[in-house]
């Protein structure tokens, strides 16, 4: 059985209301969760950014849902400290947390001053994190010197089972470079024939777990004001990670989102008022091969979306991803 879960997105809802969204998500009958790390939201209309990892550990505590949270170690967070945030989460919720690793964005960590990595130097470093993280989940005293450099450390609270580590990709090259080291692999919604590669790209290199799917979703009461709940939260996010990689603030990204066609948004966002067929859609996507689902209503509102998922949309969407 598919695994469909809620993503709370931090750049788009306040701390505390994101906090109640999750749990009436598990209401609704969600079966899990994942949410965003970010420093900064990717619009100014976006205006928030909660602190994820304090957020987890309230949500954890408060629901009984797993939780998975997409990070970046290397940057902002130094892997010695991602690996005890890690390890303290999985401590205290044993079997209800894993986090998915990427090479990050400039919009979050050009912050430290430092400067910004090339891709391929940011894929090498993310390598390093990742092998530093385990070490250190596995109790060891980890010295290292190369892209990052650690010095002597040893997490000392440690969970009886390390938590997963999964890889974060959006293209394919990403995926199957992921796939010798990953417990598992997250992607977001993209045409079906992509994400058919994304997948294809990661098994075939010998990668193993649970794929998931992070699917974008606007729901309105008719199919005018899903658009605009859509164009305005989330035309921002249309770019190509080549370009999102390396812009550095909300106000770059809106400019950028100016010159966007409405049209084009529906090309990212499954946009409906439908919930059957907006079921059918997610499946359609699922059925590339992916073990999770995590839908994102990206409308800063998520009342009327819950409510819908409830009555309709979970069990069509269990339906069809049987």
Partial sequence: MVTIGFHASHEQIAPG???????????????AATCSDHLTPWSVRQGESGY??????????????????VTAPGQRYHPAVAAQAVATLA???????????????????????????????????????VEVMRALLAGQ??????LV????????????????????????ATARRHADWADGLVTVNQPAETLRRVVGEYRDAGGRGALALQVHV????????????????????????????DLETPQQYD??????????????????????????????????GFDEVYLHHVGQEQDGFLDVAAETLLPRLREVAA
């Avoid at 309230?58 to 849902?65: G, K």
């Avoid at 966007?260 to 590339?288: I, Y």
């Fill in 255 to 288: 400019a950028i989102a100016d010159l966007v066609r409405p049209e084009q948004v529906r090309g990212t966002v499954l946009v409906e008022h439908d919930p059957q067929r907006l079921a059918d859609r997610v499946g359609e996507l699922v059925a590339c």
């Fill in 218 to 245: 606007a729901w309105g009461p008719d199919d005018e004001a899903a658009f605009a709940v859509a164009h305005d939260q989330w035309r921002s996010n249309l770019l190509p990670p080549s370009v999102s990689w």
């Fill in 149 to 172: 450099t650690v010095d002597r450390a040893r997490v000392w609270s440690l969970p009886e089972v390390p938590p997963r580590l999964v890889g974060a990709a959006v293209t394919p």
């Fill in 91 to 129: 401590a205290m919720f044993p079997g209800r947390f894993w986090a998915a690793l990427g090479s990050g964005e400039a919009m979050n960590e050009h912050v430290t001053g430092d400067r910004w990595p090339t891709k391929p130097e940011r894929d090498a470093r993310l390598r390093e994190c």
């Fill in 17 to 31: 209301p994101l906090l109640a969204a999750t749990r009436r998500a598990q209401d609704a009958g969600f079966d």
């Fill in 141 to 146: 005293e980890v010295t290292h010197h190369g």
């Fill in 52 to 69: 994820a990892w304090s957020w987890l550990g309230a949500a954890l505590a408060t629901t009984e849902l797993p939780f998975g949270v």
